[in-house]
């Protein structure tokens, strides 16, 4: 048995009835979500989202293609440093500093993939953490441009127009938005050929290049789509949290992802999600309250879902009396 | 240049220190990957144990006799949490390894906030047992009698672990295991024991290392994540399960750490990763490829 | 599967927690600006922002005593509000500082806020305090930015600067003659003490031969350096480092042998708190320079030491003393601010004169951070442990720009 080795999920990458209605339910409950919760929540939510979009995109290198990425968290990072850049030193006008961001995460996934996809399994693991650990040292010696080691903080609130995104409900709704594109480009390349291309690199590499396929070229174009969309998310982090600092981009930040895609189920997209939205909550709603007790919390979960999760939070079957005839 | 060649000598003369004991500290990570597939990410933690033991026991005015318990202790200590660790890990045997390693990872985290419990967050210091705690006089330059010790201690463990694998049945067991696992447990060795045992192994390398780096590493909240940094640095480049591959890596991060940043200070942060970088890209399995190499 | 379970028994579970999360997230975040409704009159809600887990943790512990000790000697009031205090866990950094003090000022809703250890994460709450409107006193991070190029009106301090520190030794050293050799690690606060200490010792006509900068939390290994202060020829060194660091290097620097032929200087934090029992003997004779110690002979140290000792079984450091300041000030502030919004308080910190009764002796605000005394202090040996003796009254100085 090998280390990348996922339990495989059927592909159903159509949605099925009840797929889409609870799909469109979540996303109503999040838009409404700053008209019923505190301004914390709502903060933390936002937070949620931000990290969602990040387990998203590694579940896209994880899940569905098999390559497990422990230095994930580089390209987010990337991404919010470039768009904090731009906000502060060029316009901080929506969309522009989202979309530098995703084409930055982009770009520096294109230059670490190129490395990193040739080899697998545990090796590409610690290569990605090596690589991270690289740009991670860069962030905290290139002080002019990033800050250095304090970080970029005072980024300037993004304007949508000439109004500065402030209010802790138009913040959401804009984050909310460009999570939601974010996680349809994750969706429809999971969807579409590339994606069941994929998914056979992750299952059986050996055939497809038999059957004609290069999978080097598929790996690299799945390292940098996740690459970009993870700087997505990290522009998202910039806009919302107006600070960027090296932890952003650091092995802590990269393990929490992982942790998030495992928790949340792999291969599945919304799992990890869910995933990434336990985690937050955890760290950011419990932390605070746990008197510095968080990461213990965190520990027993994770044990407790290995455990009793064994495809995460979205491979629970359902209960036995409506079982179909697909597995 | 008389300056610069002594200065030369303590740099190799550290470098061969620092590596030998990366080695000690690596090699029950190697163990365990290389028979059983399963990365053991707790093993920061165990060290760290090991280290806090050694506190515990001794701290800083150690006696030959709390020096010794204290290797004794954390020789049992690392034995019981093997122990514990293939218990926890048995009931994933089936699934994906990438599950087993963030059990582990999740053990780590647990075992962490344990410790930090029990000792408190402050920073512990440990010494040397009497008699290693002077200097020696290398080259001109006073250096520490107990990092010459290590390099004694180390180049020892090394040449035991060699006997042992080459030589001795348990030792053909090992590599059997690192060649082809199924075969071994085709021909008949129950593959439970040979679990609890190398995990055992391995736990118990790893808190006896803690016990013997204490005095350079002292005792800390954070330190078991560093050192499972370092550990699995060394043993990826060496080649997973390759215990001879992870006596080369170690001596060649030990040279890096020490000559590299004294040589290229300015790039000194980037020396780690950056020779990792290099090593993968050019040999993707490591330096030296072992059976398993091939299986990922 | 043995052992896993079904998608009702986890819908419920989630339900559970989720319906729990929410309940006590209720609200609207939407409609009317502003926090919510103020305290009422008569009391106050101060948010208590201090690491509590990972490695700042000890420092946390003495500034929330020190913060529970002033309360508990001052009948529990600042000014003349009654005070409920509302600790948060700031990590060990801006990733868990920065959602700790949005909850004080969103979800506690606190007055005040005091604490803050780590420099990214105060200078990353910047703006959060200032739309917020709220005061912050910060009571450790010591980047200069916080109260010099990025200062804004809510954000005070009674802790230090790193220039300012390692600056009082740079001009102390300048007039013994000697060449120095300095090494600091590669991140902000480093190079903020290096630059310290260098621009006043070479003002003074001192001579920096060899300037150094490790990795920062990367190198436990110091030996490079070590051989190289040897190369160098320098008569002295200067270094700052804190926490872990700052106990490796210095038993490092006398397991080579160093601490009797090249003498070691360095920023107090060197040798304060914990960090001073673990490097035990490889300590004496360190000098460093700091704006405090537990030597102090003035009448305000004696009572705050002793009453520090008795109820907490160990001596006070300069991170409680610090917190233990921001409570006489806050108190002295309150006493005559028109209210609790952040701009009545700051108004009225400006003048609140020079605060004579605390443990580090009388000091005062210079712009928004202290002017005030510091010490030469020397480890040395004294029952059964270790303290910073105190050598020389260094005279008063500010923030340097």
Same mark, same amino acid.
Not at chain 1, 56 to 66: K, N, P, R
Not at chain 1, 135 to 141: K, M, T, V
């Given at each position: 048995?090998?280390? !990348?080795?996922?339990?495989?999920?059927?592909?159903?990458?159509?949605?099925?009835?009840?797929?889409?209605?609870?799909?469109?339910?979540?996303?109503? *409950?999040?838009?409404?979500?700053?008209?019923?919760?505190?301004?914390?929540?709502?903060?933390?939510? *936002?937070?949620?989202?931000?990290?969602? %979009?990040?387990?998203? #995109?590694?579940?896209?290198?994880?899940?569905?293609?098999?390559?497990? #990425?422990?230095?994930?968290?580089?390209?987010?990072?990337?991404?919010?440093? =470039?768009?904090?850049?731009?906000?502060?030193?060029?316009?901080?006008?929506?969309?522009?500093?989202?979309?530098?961001?995703?084409?930055?995460?982009?770009?520096?996934? %294109?230059?670490?993939?190129?490395?990193?996809?040739? #080899?697998?399994?545990?090796?590409?693991?610690?290569?990605?953490?090596?690589?991270?650990?690289?740009?991670?040292?860069?962030?905290? #010696?290139?002080?002019?441009?990033?800050? /250095? @080691?304090? /970080? =970029?903080?005072?980024?300037?609130? *993004? $304007?949508?127009?000439?109004?500065?995104?402030?209010?802790?409900?138009?913040?959401?709704?804009?984050?909310?938005?460009?999570? %939601?594109?974010?996680?349809?480009?994750?969706?429809?390349? @999971? +969807?579409?050929?590339?994606?069941?291309?994929?998914?056979?690199? $992750?299952?059986?590499?050996?055939?497809?290049?038999?059957?004609?396929?290069?999978?080097?070229?598929?790996?690299?174009?799945?390292?940098?789509? +996740? /690459?970009?969309?993870?700087?997505?998310?990290?522009?998202?982090?910039? !806009?919302?949290?107006? %600070?960027?600092?090296?932890?952003?981009?650091?092995?802590? !930040?990269?393990?929490?992802?992982?942790?998030?895609?495992?928790?949340?189920?792999?291969?599945?997209?919304?799992?990890?999600?869910?995933?990434?939205?336990?985690?937050?909550?955890?760290?950011? @709603?419990?932390?605070? @309250?746990?008197?510095?007790?968080?990461?213990?919390?965190?520990?027993?979960?994770?044990?407790?879902?290995?455990?009793?999760?064994?495809?995460?939070?979205?491979?629970?079957?359902r209960p036995r009396s409506r079982r179909t005839a697909t597995r | 240049m008389p300056d610069w060649l002594d200065i030369g000598v303590v740099a190799v003369l550290n470098g061969l220190a620092i590596g030998l004991l990366l080695f000690v500290v690596a090699v029950g990570l190697s163990l365990v990957f290389g028979m059983l597939d399963v990365l053991n990410l707790a093993h920061g933690a165990l060290f760290l144990t090991g280290a806090y033991l050694a506190w515990s026991l001794g701290g800083e005015h150690p006696t030959w006799v709390s020096w010794l318990g204290a290797l004794a202790v954390a020789a049992v200590v690392g034995a019981v949490a093997g122990g514990g660790l293939s218990l926890l890990t048995e009931p994933l045997a089936r699934r994906s390894h990438l599950e087993q390693a963030l059990l582990t990872l999740g053990v780590a985290l647990v075992v962490a906030e344990l410790l930090s419990a029990v000792f408190g967050d402050d920073v512990r210091g440990v010494n040397p047992p009497p008699g290693l705690d002077g200097t020696v006089d290398v080259a001109g330059s006073a250096y520490p009698s107990y990092r010459l010790a290590l390099i004694g201690l180390g180049a020892a463990a090394a040449l035991a672990m060699h006997v042992v694998v080459e030589r001795t049945p348990l030792g053909a067991l090992v590599r059997a295991s690192v060649a082809d696992r199924d075969m071994v447990a085709a021909a008949g060795i129950d593959a439970r024991l040979v679990r609890a045992g190398v995990f055992v192994a391995g736990s118990m390398l790893a808190a006896t290392a803690g016990v013997l780096g204490s005095p350079i590493y002292n005792a800390r909240p954070g330190l078991d994540t560093t050192i499972l940094i370092l550990a699995l640095v060394v043993v990826v480049i060496g080649g997973l399960g390759s215990i001879r591959g992870a006596f080369a890596a170690a001596l060649l991060i030990g040279q890096i750490e020490s000559t590299g940043r004294a040589l290229l200070s300015d790039l000194a942060s980037f020396l780690l990763f950056g020779a990792l970088a290099i090593v993968l890209a050019v040999r993707p399995r490591g330096l030296f490829v072992t059976a398993n190499g091939g299986r990922s | 599967m043995a052992g896993s379970i079904n998608r009702r028994q986890l819908l419920a579970m989630l339900g559970a927690a989720g319906v729990g999360a929410v309940a006590g997230g209720c609200g609207s975040s939407v409609g009317g600006g502003g926090g919510g409704p103020a305290t009422p009159g008569g009391a106050i809600k101060v948010g208590l922002v201090i690491p509590q887990a990972g490695v700042y943790a000890p420092l946390g512990v003495d500034m929330k005593n020190a913060w529970d000790l002033w309360l508990e000697r001052n009948q529990n009031k600042l000014g003349n509000y009654r005070v409920t205090t509302i600790a948060a866990d700031e990590g060990e950094g801006p990733q868990t500082g920065v959602p700790a003090v949005q909850k004080l000022l969103q979800s506690d809703q606190v007055d005040v806020l005091v604490g803050i250890v780590n420099s990214s994460t105060a200078l990353g709450v910047k703006d959060t305090v200032t739309e917020a409107k709220k005061l912050l006193m910060v009571s450790n991070a010591g980047a200069g930015a916080i109260t010099g190029k990025d200062r804004v009106p809510y954000i005070w301090r009674t802790s230090f600067t790193n220039a300012q520190v390692s600056s009082a030794m740079g001009t102390y050293l300048a007039g013994s003659g000697k060449t120095a050799y300095a090494i600091a690690p590669d991140y902000a606060a480093g190079a903020e003490a290096i630059g310290g200490f260098t621009a006043a010792f070479t003002a003074g006509g001192g001579r920096v031969v060899r300037e150094a900068k490790p990795a920062f939390g990367k190198t436990q290994d110091y030996q490079p350096f070590l051989s190289q202060i040897q190369a160098s020829g320098a008569q002295l060194t200067f270094c700052f480092f804190a926490g872990a660091e700052a106990v490796a290097f210095v038993k490092q620097y006398a397991q080579f042998g160093l601490s009797t032929r090249i003498p070691l200087y360095g920023s107090g934090f060197l040798t304060e708190g914990g960090v001073l029992t673990a490097q035990g003997d490889a300590a004496v004779g360190v000098q460093t320079t700091l704006h405090y110690s537990t030597e102090l002979d003035n009448a305000a140290n004696q009572a705050f030491r002793s009453a520090y000792q008795a109820k907490y079984n160990k001596p006070p450091t300069v991170y409680a003393v610090q917190t233990w300041d921001a409570a006489t000030v806050l108190n002295r502030a309150l006493r005559t601010a028109t209210g609790l919004q952040g701009e009545a308080i700051a108004a009225a910190l400006g003048s609140v004169g020079t605060i004579d009764d605390s443990p580090r002796g009388p000091w005062t605000f210079d712009g928004q951070s202290p002017k005030q005394t510091f010490y030469l202090r020397k480890v040395e040996k004294r029952g059964d442990g270790l303290v910073n003796a105190v050598v020389q009254d260094l005279g008063a100085s500010s923030q340097p720009t």
């Open positions: 048995m090998s280390l !990348t080795t996922m339990v495989y999920r059927p592909t159903e990458a159509r949605l099925d009835w009840p797929g889409r209605l609870s799909a469109a339910a979540a996303v109503v *409950t999040l838009a409404a979500a700053p008209f019923f919760l505190a301004p914390y929540a709502t903060t933390t939510l *936002t937070r949620m989202l931000v990290y969602a %979009l990040l387990a998203a #995109s590694l579940d896209l290198l994880v899940g569905i293609t098999g390559l497990p #990425s422990l230095g994930h968290a580089a390209y987010f990072g990337v991404g919010a440093y =470039m768009a904090g850049w731009i906000a502060t030193n060029a316009t901080p006008a929506a969309p522009l500093p989202l979309l530098a961001a995703a084409v930055a995460g982009g770009l520096a996934a %294109l230059a670490a993939g190129w490395v990193a996809v040739r #080899s697998a399994g545990v090796f590409f693991l610690i290569l990605t953490l090596a690589l991270a650990e690289i740009i991670q040292q860069l962030a905290e #010696s290139w002080q002019p441009v990033t800050g /250095g @080691s304090n /970080g =970029m903080y005072g980024i300037p609130a *993004t $304007r949508l127009g000439a109004e500065p995104l402030t209010h802790v409900a138009y913040l959401h709704w804009y984050v909310l938005g460009w999570f %939601l594109v974010g996680i349809l480009v994750v969706w429809a390349l @999971s +969807a579409s050929p590339f994606g069941a291309t994929l998914r056979g690199i $992750r299952d059986n590499e050996p055939r497809l290049r038999a059957l004609g396929y290069q999978p080097y070229r598929y790996k690299l174009a799945a390292f940098v789509a +996740a /690459g970009a969309v993870a700087g997505l998310a990290g522009g998202l982090l910039a !806009t919302q949290q107006r %600070l960027v600092t090296p932890t952003d981009l650091g092995f802590a !930040t990269s393990a929490l992802a992982l942790l998030a895609v495992v928790i949340g189920g792999t291969g599945t997209i919304w799992g990890p999600c869910l995933g990434a939205a336990l985690v937050v909550l955890v760290r950011d @709603s419990l932390g605070p @309250s746990l008197g510095g007790h968080g990461p213990l919390v965190l520990g027993l979960v994770f044990i407790a879902v290995v455990y009793a999760l064994p495809r995460g939070v979205a491979g629970v079957r | - | -």
